[in-house]
């Protein structure tokens, strides 16, 4: 990991990477502070706990996921490539992750929610928000694809999402991307 990043920034994405990775419960606090070369003290004068930690992560993690989708609302295609392109961004990055680490990660939102939602308020907070963006940031595209029809689109949003992380989650079952992309080609069905 760089030096030339704030140890702030060096232990929040080696938070991220090792929880995505292996799980949040499978990471201790000593790794994550030879990953961003931080001494505990620092660590924790960052972060008082490894709650603090996800959820910085997660921050940054969902930002990004938000970012690629407005970017993909507002492009110029067709609504039905916009929807496609949603489900391509898990794809790549999980065919990357094949490649690089040997299995499919899942979503590191996804993962998370499976693994703390239940125990963490402050974790299952921050996920309903970070659903809740998720669907607003597509919420565009839904318009777009119901033109013609009445349909709620805030919920067809939220559904699209919940159908996106099974998508993730089935290819992470299965350690086989592809079902990102097999599924991208019914999504628009939930529309209709």
Request: proline share 3%.
């Amino acid at each position: 990991m760089s030096l030339t990043l704030s140890p702030r920034a060096r232990v929040i994405q080696a938070a991220l990477n090792l929880f995505y990775a292996e799980g949040f419960h499978s990471v201790g606090t000593n790794r994550i502070c030879s990953e961003a070369k931080v001494n505990k003290s620092t660590l924790y004068h960052l972060f008082p706990s490894k709650i603090d930690m996800v959820l910085a992560a997660l921050e940054v993690y969902a930002s990004d996921i938000t970012r690629k989708f407005k970017e993909i609302a507002k492009s110029k295609i067709p609504a039905e490539q916009k929807l496609e392109q949603l489900f391509e961004t898990p794809f790549r990055a999980n065919q990357a992750l094949k490649q690089q680490l040997g299995d499919v990660k899942g979503c590191f939102v996804g993962n998370i929610a499976l693994e703390l939602a239940g125990k963490e308020e402050r974790v299952r907070t921050y996920l309903t928000y970070v659903f809740q963006t998720w669907a607003e940031s597509i919420e565009p595209i839904v318009k777009e694809l119901a033109i013609n029809q009445r349909v709620d689109t805030q919920k067809v949003s939220r559904s699209m999402i919940a159908y996106l992380q099974g998508a993730i989650l089935m290819s992470k079952a299965h350690n086989d991307p592809q079902f990102i992309k097999d599924f991208a080609k019914s999504a628009s069905a939930l529309v209709l």
